[in-house]
């Protein structure tokens, strides 16, 4: 599985963004996909990730944020409201087959990175 995110950029605190995951070469269906995030001197976070149709965030993100998929695009997007400077930080979207279980929300459990994409939030 390949997967190119994109979709980061600079934005107001409170304004929006939309990041997007692209696969390639096989179908989502039966792998949980996740979004993570790297901000400078930090580890790897999670932020969401889908499985099944089943969703999962983060506290710091949940209600803010959302996560979503498009089968027949095979693209999966992070939808970022009420963005605020603690978000800035290089994403990343990932995957691993899980089949039907759970998705994971920690990055060890992920096979296949997509290259970040940095979104910066500042006045």
């Known amino acids: 599985v390949q997967l190119q995110a994109s979709g980061g950029g600079v934005v107001q605190p409170g304004g929006s963004l939309r990041l997007s995951c692209a696969a390639s070469g096989a179908p989502l269906d039966y792998y949980a996909v996740g979004w993570f995030r790297q901000a400078p001197g930090k580890d790897r976070e999670g932020v969401s990730c889908v499985s099944d149709g089943s969703i999962r965030y983060v506290d710091s993100v949940k209600g803010r944020f959302t996560m979503s998929s498009d089968n027949a695009k095979n693209t999966v997007y992070l939808q970022m409201n009420s963005l605020k400077p603690e978000d800035t930080a290089v994403y990343y979207c990932?995957?691993?087959?899980?089949?039907?279980?759970?998705?994971?929300?920690?990055?060890?459990?992920?096979?296949?990175w997509g290259q970040g994409t940095l979104v910066t939030v500042s006045s």
């Open positions: 990932a995957a691993y087959w899980a089949g039907r279980t759970e998705c994971a929300k920690v990055p060890r459990f992920y096979d296949y």
